[in-house]
């Protein structure tokens, strides 16, 4: 937050709101009120990304492991052999 004015502008008021305070946005400072959200209609997004719970989190650490590893030198040995099978 920040005690600098909401920038956004109304035509039907002829001037920038100026509230305050403002968080910073691509389109400027801007209040609670005339959020790029707000404005949209659309719910804030929430602060940080919030991970499922269904989804433990030894999953999240590695998503793939060995298992992906292991399987992409087994598809890599399996085209090498395919390959000299197919040039000798
Ligand atoms: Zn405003």
Not at 30 to 59: F, I, K, W, Y
Request: proline fraction near 11%.
């Amino acid at each position: 937050m920040s005690a600098e004015p909401c920038v956004h502008y109304s035509a039907a008021r002829k001037r920038h709101c100026g509230h305050t305070p403002t968080n910073l946005f691509i389109q400027g400072r801007r209040c609670s009120q005339h959020t790029p959200c707000a404005l949209a209609g659309m719910p804030e997004p929430s602060p940080a990304p919030v991970l499922p719970t269904t989804v433990p989190r030894s999953d999240i650490a590695r998503p793939y492991g060995w298992q992906a590893v292991m399987f992409i030198h087994a598809w890599n040995e399996s085209a090498r052999q395919r390959a000299g099978k197919r040039s000798a």
